[in-house]
């Protein structure tokens, strides 16, 4: 099992950029893909992106939902145990809860979610 915590959301001006990072705590970090959704209020989740474990030696392939390839970047550190979303240009159509999760090697879904982090973006 894996625990995860989100930060460095907040309060940015549309145009600004935020990065959120994702502390994993628990069992051996390169064992998961680390995915990044969200959820704005009144909508369903939304994928943002995720990235495979990287523990071999090919490195880590990275998917992005389509309209958000241009702002989105998504990294991990797995020295660290961490996983990072950079967004930039940031619109206030990017508010929402963030949420990061973890998906186990093998599996479909992913299993084990934060609790996420607020992003406003404020026009």
């Known amino acids: 099992q894996v625990q995860l915590v989100e930060s460095g959301g907040g309060v940015v001006q549309a145009g600004g950029s935020l990065r959120l990072s994702c502390a994993a705590s628990?069992?051996?970090?390169?064992?998961?893909?680390m995915g990044w959704f969200r959820q704005a209020p009144g909508k369903e989740r939304e994928f943002v992106g995720a990235?495979?474990?990287?523990?071999?030696?090919?490195?880590?392939?990275?998917n992005y939902a389509r309209s958000m390839k241009e702002r989105f970047t998504i990294s991990r550190d797995n020295a660290k145990s961490i996983a990072y979303l950079e967004m930039n240009s940031l619109k206030p159509e990017d508010t929402a809860v963030y949420y990061c999760?973890?998906?186990?090697?093998?599996?479909?879904?992913?299993?084990?979610w934060g609790q996420g982090t607020q992003v406003t973006v404020s026009s």
């Open positions: 628990g069992r051996i970090f390169n064992s998961y893909a």
């Open positions: 990235i495979t474990s990287g523990g071999g030696t090919g490195g880590s392939a990275i």
């Open positions: 999760a973890a998906r186990p090697i093998g599996r479909t879904e992913f299993d084990y």
